[in-house]
């Protein structure tokens, strides 16, 4: 699973995501085993960082289960099975605080990639 939170924050660091984070939420919630956090820009941004998550999980064999609210952008979902990724825009993070939930859970640490390029 590690493998799998590293490669997926650096695609999204990668399509200029910010405001990276993972959770390891084993224990915490019943509904998956870690969560990735990542602001885009726009909608157009969150579609496009959504998009790449998918096309990315498939050349690797990576199972994902779904994802929701691709068509308005604001926040979407990728359901990757043992992770979940939430793309929110920024407005929609702070509303949400969607974090704040889990706010017991340990973070992943990131690649250096990753927490290097932070607010590219």
């Known amino acids: ?9 650096t695609w999204l660091a990668d399509k200029k995501g910010t405001n990276i984070k993972a959770l390891d939420v084993r224990g915490i919630s019943p509904l998956t085993e870690a969560m990735i956090f990542v602001t ?13 998550i998918m ?5 690797n064999k990576w199972e994902y289960l ?8 604001q ?12 793309v929110f825009q920024d407005e929609m ?12 859970a340990p973070a992943f640490a990131l690649p250096k990639s990753v927490t290097s390029g932070e607010g590219k």
């Open 1 to 9: 699973m590690e493998e799998k939170i590293g490669q997926i924050v």
């Open 40 to 52: 885009a820009r726009s909608a157009k941004h969150a579609q496009s960082l959504a998009d790449e």
């Open 55 to 59: 096309q990315r999980l498939a050349e």
């Open 66 to 73: 779904g994802v929701e609210g691709l068509q308005n952008g």
């Open 75 to 86: 926040w979407v979902l990728v359901d990757c099975n043992d992770v979940i990724v939430h």
């Open 93 to 104: 993070r702070s509303l949400y605080n969607v974090e704040g939930l889990y706010s017991k």
